[in-house]
C-alpha cells in the first residue's frame, strides 16, 4: 500500500495509473489531510471486482486472518 498527495498523483498520473493497474493499492490525500478524512483510495478494477465477490458470496481473504489476529 502507497499514500500520495493528490500533486504527486496529479503529476504522476500515468505512473500511479501503472502501479494500480499492477495492484498497487495506492492512497490519495490531500495537503494537511494528516487524518485521511478526505482521502480517496485507488484500486484495479480486477481487485475491485474481485473485494465485491467475496462480499457478495461472504467468502474470506487471506488479509481477513490478518486482521482477525491482530485484534
Excluded: C, W
Amino acid at each position: 500500500m502507497r499514500v500520495i498527495n493528490l500533486t504527486e498523483a496529479t503529476r504522476n498520473l500515468s505512473k500511479t495509473f501503472d502501479r494500480v493497474v499492477d495492484g498497487d493499492l495506492t492512497i490519495i490525500t490531500r495537503r494537511g489531510d494528516g487524518k485521511g478524512e478526505r482521502a480517496v483510495v485507488l484500486l484495479s478494477a480486477a481487485n475491485y471486482h474481485a473485494m465485491v465477490a467475496r462480499i457478495a458470496t461472504g467468502a474470506p481473504h487471506a488479509s481477513d486472518a490478518t486482521v482477525e489476529q491482530s485484534s
